[in-house]
C-alpha cells in the first residue's frame, strides 16, 4: 500500500513533511507484528493512526478493539478489560468476555493509557509478555493473541519518574514510538483541512458552501489551535451553519474566532513599500494578487491529487469555492506556456520567480526574521526554509524569538 492510497482510505489529511514522516512510519511498522506508542496531544488524529496501522498489518481482516482507558472508572477498569466470571461482584450476572478477549487475533487499542491504574498496568504488562490473563473471579488462565498499540497525550517518561505510571510497562509499550505533529507544527495542510471539512459536512448536511477567502485562511493560519484538527474540524462546521452558505470572509474567521477586530495589530498583508511611484505600487499588487492566486492554485492541486475532489464528478463542483475576481491582470497567458504570464505592468515572469521575489521581499522587510516573514507569507517555518534553500535566496536567516 503507497501513501495515497493510505491517506484516502483513513482519513489523513495532509501533504506536509510532518505528516508523511508519519506516513512513512506507518508503512513501515504496519507488518511488523510489535507493539507501538503513539503520542501527541489531544485532537491530532491519533485513532487515525492507530487505524491505519491496523488496516495494514496481518490482522488487518480481524477486528480492531479501542479501549478509551481515562473514561473507564478505576472500579471495574479490569473487568472490563479483562472480563468476569459469573457471580465476581453484585451485579454479575454471567460469564462476560473483557476487550482482550474480544480482540484476540486481531488488535486492541488502548487509548490514553496514562491514566490506567497502576494495579491494571501489572495484568497488561502480563498480557504483552505472555498474552495470559484471567477473568475477574476467576483462577483459570486464559491466552489472547492480540497485537497492542497504545497512545496518549501525556508524557510517560514524566509519569515514570513520579511512579505514575510503570516503567517496565513503558519500555514494552514503546519499541516504536509515533508522535503526531501538532496542527501548528504543519500549518501548511490547513488549506487542504478547511476544504476536506467544508465539503464533507455540507454535503452530509446540505448546506450550500461558496467558500473560504484566501484572507480568511490565512487569518486561520495564524490561529494556535490549541484543540488541533478536532478544533479546525469544529470550527468550519460550526462556521459554515451560523453564516448560512455565505462566503467566508476574515471578519466572520474573526468574529468566530472571539478575536475583536479594534486595536487588531496583526498585518496579514504581504509588505508593500509606500515610497514608490504609482507604477511600482500597482506591479507590487499584481504580484501579491498572483501569490495568492498561487497559493489557491496549490490547495487546489493537493485536494485533487489526494482524491478529496473527484473531478469527474458534477454533482459535487458545485461545491467547490467559486473565486471572485479581485483584480484585472494586464497582459494574457502564453498559449505554449500557461506558467508563464506577459505584460507591461509586470514583464516576463513565471510563479517560480514569483514566488522567490516576494520571499526575498518578505524577509526584507522583516529583517531577514524567518519566523515572521513565513508568518506573514502563510506558509510554515519549515516549508520556508525549504524554499529558500531551493531558490538559494540567502545564505544566513534568523530565526527569531517571536
Not at 497512545?151 to 505510571?165: D, S
Given at each position: 500500500?503507497?501513501?495515497?492510497?493510505?491517506?484516502?482510505?483513513?482519513?489523513?489529511?495532509?501533504?506536509?513533511?510532518?505528516?508523511?514522516?508519519?506516513?512513512?512510519?506507518?508503512?513501515?511498522?504496519?507488518?511488523?507484528?510489535?507493539?507501538?506508542?503513539?503520542?501527541?496531544?489531544?485532537?491530532?488524529?491519533?485513532?487515525?493512526?492507530?487505524?491505519?496501522?491496523?488496516?495494514?498489518?496481518?490482522?488487518a481482516?480481524?477486528?480492531?478493539?479501542?479501549?478509551?482507558?481515562?473514561?473507564?472508572?478505576?472500579?471495574?477498569?479490569?473487568s472490563?478489560?479483562?472480563?468476569?466470571?459469573?457471580?465476581?461482584?453484585?451485579?454479575?450476572?454471567?460469564?462476560?468476555?473483557?476487550?482482550?478477549?474480544?480482540?484476540?487475533?486481531?488488535?486492541?487499542?488502548?487509548?490514553?493509557?496514562?491514566?490506567?491504574?497502576?494495579?491494571?498496568?501489572?495484568?497488561?504488562?502480563?498480557?504483552?509478555?505472555?498474552?495470559?490473563?484471567?477473568?475477574?473471579?476467576?483462577?483459570?488462565?486464559?491466552?489472547?493473541?492480540?497485537r497492542?498499540?497504545?497512545?496518549?497525550n501525556?508524557?510517560?517518561?514524566?509519569?515514570?519518574?513520579?511512579?505514575?505510571?510503570?516503567?517496565d510497562?513503558?519500555?514494552?509499550?514503546?519499541?516504536?514510538?509515533?508522535?503526531?505533529?501538532?496542527?501548528?507544527?504543519?500549518?501548511?495542510?490547513?488549506?487542504?483541512?478547511?476544504?476536506?471539512?467544508?465539503?464533507?459536512?455540507?454535503?452530509?448536511?446540505?448546506?450550500?458552501?461558496?467558500?473560504?477567502?484566501?484572507?480568511?485562511?490565512?487569518?486561520?493560519?495564524?490561529?494556535?489551535?490549541?484543540?488541533?484538527?478536532?478544533?479546525?474540524?469544529?470550527?468550519?462546521?460550526?462556521?459554515?451553519?451560523?453564516?448560512?452558505?455565505?462566503?467566508?470572509?476574515?471578519?466572520?474567521?474573526d468574529?468566530?474566532?472571539?478575536?475583536?477586530?479594534?486595536?487588531?495589530?496583526?498585518?496579514?498583508?504581504?509588505?508593500?513599500?509606500?515610497?514608490?511611484?504609482?507604477?511600482?505600487?500597482?506591479?507590487?499588487?499584481?504580484?501579491?494578487?498572483?501569490?495568492?492566486?498561487?497559493?489557491?492554485?496549490?490547495?487546489?492541486?493537493?485536494?485533487m491529487s489526494?482524491?478529496?475532489?473527484?473531478?469527474?464528478?458534477?454533482?459535487?463542483?458545485?461545491?467547490?469555492?467559486?473565486?471572485?475576481?479581485?483584480?484585472?491582470?494586464?497582459?494574457?497567458?502564453?498559449?505554449?506556456?500557461?506558467?508563464?504570464?506577459?505584460?507591461?505592468?509586470?514583464?516576463?515572469?513565471?510563479?517560480?520567480?514569483?514566488?522567490?521575489?516576494?520571499?526575498?521581499?518578505?524577509?526584507?522587510?522583516?529583517?531577514?526574521?524567518?519566523?515572521?516573514?513565513?508568518?506573514?507569507?502563510?506558509?510554515?517555518?519549515?516549508?520556508?526554509?525549504?524554499?529558500?534553500?531551493?531558490?538559494?535566496?540567502?545564505?544566513?536567516?534568523?530565526?527569531?524569538?517571536?
Amino acid at each position: 500500500m503507497d501513501k495515497n492510497r493510505l491517506q484516502k482510505q483513513y482519513g489523513i489529511i495532509g501533504h506536509s513533511e510532518m505528516i508523511q514522516q508519519v506516513l512513512d512510519l506507518v508503512l513501515q511498522v504496519g507488518p511488523v507484528d510489535i507493539s507501538v506508542l503513539i503520542t501527541g496531544e489531544s485532537g491530532t488524529g491519533k485513532e487515525l493512526i492507530a487505524k491505519a496501522i491496523h488496516g495494514t498489518s496481518r490482522r488487518a481482516q480481524n477486528e480492531m478493539v479501542t479501549v478509551n482507558c481515562g473514561a473507564i472508572p478505576e472500579g471495574i477498569i479490569e473487568s472490563e478489560l479483562f472480563g468476569h466470571k459469573k457471580g465476581a461482584y453484585t451485579g454479575a450476572g454471567a460469564d462476560r468476555k473483557g476487550y482482550f478477549e474480544t480482540a484476540n487475533k486481531g488488535t486492541i487499542f488502548l487509548d490514553e493509557i496514562g491514566e490506567m491504574p497502576m494495579d491494571t498496568q501489572v495484568k497488561v504488562l502480563r498480557v504483552l509478555e505472555s498474552g495470559e490473563f484471567m477473568r475477574v473471579g476467576d483462577s483459570k488462565t486464559l491466552y489472547t493473541d492480540v497485537r497492542v498499540i497504545a497512545a496518549t497525550n501525556k508524557r510517560l517518561e514524566e509519569l515514570v519518574r513520579k511512579e505514575h505510571f510503570r516503567n517496565d510497562l513503558f519500555y514494552r509499550l514503546k519499541t516504536v514510538t509515533i508522535d503526531v505533529p501538532l496542527l501548528r507544527e504543519r500549518i501548511e495542510d490547513l488549506s487542504v483541512l478547511i476544504e476536506r471539512f467544508a465539503l464533507q459536512f455540507s454535503r452530509e448536511n446540505d448546506i450550500l458552501y461558496r467558500g473560504f477567502m484566501p484572507e480568511a485562511v490565512r487569518r486561520l493560519k495564524q490561529h494556535d489551535w490549541p484543540g488541533n484538527i478536532r478544533e479546525l474540524k469544529h470550527f468550519v462546521e460550526s462556521i459554515l451553519v451560523l453564516e448560512k452558505g455565505e462566503r467566508i470572509t476574515t471578519e466572520m474567521v474573526d468574529k468566530h474566532l472571539g478575536i475583536s477586530l479594534q486595536g487588531t495589530s496583526a498585518n496579514t498583508q504581504l509588505p508593500i513599500p509606500v515610497n514608490q511611484s504609482p507604477e511600482s505600487a500597482e506591479r507590487e499588487l499584481i504580484l501579491r494578487q498572483l501569490f495568492l492566486l498561487r497559493q489557491d492554485v496549490e490547495s487546489i492541486k493537493q485536494l485533487m491529487s489526494g482524491g478529496l475532489i473527484p473531478i469527474n464528478s458534477s454533482a459535487e463542483i458545485e461545491h467547490f469555492p467559486r473565486r471572485e475576481r479581485a483584480i484585472d491582470l494586464p497582459g494574457e497567458i502564453e498559449q505554449h506556456n500557461p506558467h508563464s504570464i506577459k505584460g507591461e505592468a509586470i514583464g516576463d515572469t513565471n510563479l517560480q520567480n514569483l514566488e522567490k521575489e516576494l520571499i526575498v521581499r518578505t524577509l526584507k522587510f522583516h529583517n531577514n526574521n524567518r519566523r515572521a516573514a513565513a508568518k506573514t507569507l502563510g506558509m510554515s517555518e519549515r516549508t520556508l526554509y525549504r524554499k529558500i534553500n531551493e531558490y538559494g535566496i540567502a545564505p544566513k536567516i534568523k530565526r527569531g524569538n517571536n
